[in-house]
């Protein structure tokens, strides 16, 4: 159990994704303008985009990852695949077909020490949604089933790795007996992780990423409580990595976020040599 | 002393193609001069950087007598051209292109010796974990630059090629960390010049008989380090080795 296996295109990994899609997401993000479902959008794009960025070499995009996506609560009551073609695809055949590409901008540090703005297209596989009501423990079982079909295929793989996208209010009942029983499964290598992005519409909250003590969490959201207890311990293997990343946890520390991106928590995933992010802008 | 014997390996990780392989070497025996890079993983272009890389330091006016800021910044000069010049910018798709801004990464080892009366000196610079080893019979006597298996880090320092189009097509590019070396080597030594998988693996087990042994048979070498790789005793990756016998 030691979260070491290799995540190669002989043996990948997999990612689920799981997306709030209820009406309460369309209340404004703590302290920002924007809603709770377009920071789910964007929080699900940009993880998918860095996926593929890490996937993405000489030759194309290698399919290291399958990835599946659920949303809940866009219908009520109901948790569905996003995707059209398959429950679980080849991270590959998400590369190459997103819904639309928009141009953004970044900062760039160009040949003479300048930073300056550069202009990039960046792909958008899912648009807002904000609907119904929070079917999440439904969610979790749909992910359970998906989860037993692809152990039984890749059983020395890296585990599974689940990220719910959510504010935390279940409509369908508790899902913390859901939760632990997917935190339960495991392939040769490892129980599977269960990481949670926490959405609160809490103004004045402090982001939160990765708390290893319950005592730091934001008392007043009552949900924060319940995904945090629902979160993996980080393994062993990704603190040496955290370390020289100077991310600050410990071995208590949690894959829970607050208002927070999990982007750092994929800088975790060893799948090779890494470049020197001072050279990555 | 009767010269050298010079022999080269490289293998792509187990479950690539052959063609994947990403770490580079090249020897120009004339001026006993050897260079070996190994591509970034986590950046594209890598192979043909790292390619670029070890082909430039052949070039015959550069000497590692020459001081290691001068001979660093005329490898990355020149290997920068042709890297640029190597890859089909116009119709890369979105993932290709975005990536491709952040340039190609490579650890970097050049080595060279010359002839003395009765032995050899030589002068080494290391960027990143790949490792030169000095054996004298079965005996490891000195590594460069890292000393031992626990030195093996997830962040080795390694060189950059500069941005990639459309940010650049210039080059300007800082001086990675490096290392440096010299010393003397006696007749009957061996000098192995290894990418980080087979390095760490010589540390770890201290056997680097082993590998002397099938080298020069490149069937009996893919199947060693295949076989160290399913075991678990070598960490599957790219892997590159020059074996140079000082007779």
Same mark, same amino acid.
């Given at each position: ?49 860095? #996926? ?30 996003? %995707?059209?073609?398959? &429950? ?12 639309? $590409? ?12 300048? =930073?300056?703005?550069?202009?990039? =297209? +960046?792909?958008?596989?899912? =648009? ?64 599977? #992780? ?13 982001? #939160? ?17 319940? /995904? ?8 062993? *293997? ?23 991106? #999990? ?19 | ?5 010079? %022999? ?15 770490? +580079? ?12 890079? &190994? ?7 890598? &192979? ?9 330091? $052949? ?7 020459? *001081?290691?800021?001068?001979?660093? *910044?005329?490898? $990355? ?17 979105? +993932? ?11 650890? %970097? %080892? ?33 590594? +460069? ?47 192995? /010049? ?18 002397? =042994?099938? $080298? ?32």
């Amino acid at each position: 159990m030691s979260y070491t296996s290799e995540i190669s295109r002989r043996n990948p990994g997999l990612f689920i994704f799981m997306v709030d899609q209820s009406r309460s997401m369309s209340h404004k993000l703590g302290g920002t303008l924007r809603s709770k479902s377009q920071e789910a959008a964007d929080a699900i794009n940009r993880q998918i985009y860095e #996926l593929i960025y890490r996937c993405t070499k000489t030759d194309g995009v290698r399919d290291y990852f399958d990835i599946g996506i659920i949303g809940y609560g866009a219908v009520a009551d109901t948790a569905a695949s996003l %995707l059209k073609e398959a &429950d679980i695809v080849p991270i590959s055949k998400l590369a190459a077909s997103p819904l639309r $590409m928009e141009k953004r901008t970044e900062k760039v540090t160009d040949p003479d020490g300048n =930073e300056v703005e550069t202009e990039f =297209e +960046f792909p958008v596989w899912f =648009e807002p949604v904000a609907n119904s009501n929070t079917p999440m423990v439904k969610a979790f079982q749909l992910a359970k089933a998906w989860i037993d079909d692809w152990s039984a295929e890749h059983r020395d793989s890296y585990p599974p790795v689940v990220i719910n996208i959510s504010d935390g209010a279940a409509t369908d009942g508790d899902p913390m007996k859901i939760a632990r029983e997917i935190m339960e499964m495991s392939t040769s290598d490892g129980k599977v #992780l269960l990481w949670n992005c926490h959405l609160s519409e809490l103004k004045g909250a402090k982001p #939160l990423a990765f708390p290893a003590d319950q005592a730091v969490l934001p008392r007043d959201d009552k949900f924060a409580q319940q /995904l945090f207890g629902m979160s993996s311990v980080l393994p062993d *293997s990704f603190l040496s990595i955290a370390q020289e990343r100077s991310l600050d946890v410990n071995s208590n520390s949690r894959a829970y976020v607050f208002n927070a991106g #999990l982007d750092e928590l994929l800088e975790l995933l060893d799948i090779g040599t890494r470049a020197p992010t001072e050279n990555l802008q | 002393m009767s010269g050298i014997q010079v %022999l080269g390996f490289r293998m792509s990780k187990l479950g690539n193609r052959s063609t994947d392989c990403e770490d +580079f070497y090249s020897w120009d025996l004339a001026r006993m001069k050897f260079a070996m890079a &190994d591509g970034a993983s986590s950046s594209i272009f890598s &192979d043909i950087w790292a390619r670029s890389l070890t082909q430039a330091a $052949m070039d015959e006016n550069l000497s590692l007598d020459d *001081s290691p800021d001068s001979l660093l *910044s005329s490898v $990355m000069k020149a290997a920068r051209k042709n890297w640029y010049g190597g890859i089909q910018w116009a119709g890369l798709p979105w +993932f290709l292109r975005n990536k491709s801004v952040s340039g190609s990464h490579s650890t %970097l %080892l050049l080595m060279q010796a010359w002839p003395l009366a009765s032995s050899y000196r030589y002068s080494a610079v290391a960027v990143g974990d790949t490792c030169m080893f000095i054996l004298k019979g079965n005996q490891i006597e000195d590594s +460069f630059p890292l000393k031992q298996y626990s030195d093996f880090g997830n962040t080795p320092s390694l060189v950059w090629s500069g941005k990639g189009s459309p940010i650049s097509a210039t080059v300007r590019m800082s001086l990675p960390k490096y290392s440096t070396a010299s010393g003397t080597i006696a007749p009957g030594s061996t000098v192995i /010049l290894a990418t980080d998988a087979i390095s760490k693996w010589i540390m770890e087990h201290g056997k680097p008989q082993e590998i002397l =042994e099938v $080298m020069g048979n490149d069937h009996a070498m893919k199947g060693f380090i295949s076989r160290e790789i399913n075991s678990k005793r070598m960490r599957n990756d790219d892997t590159a080795i020059i074996v140079i016998r000082i007779m």
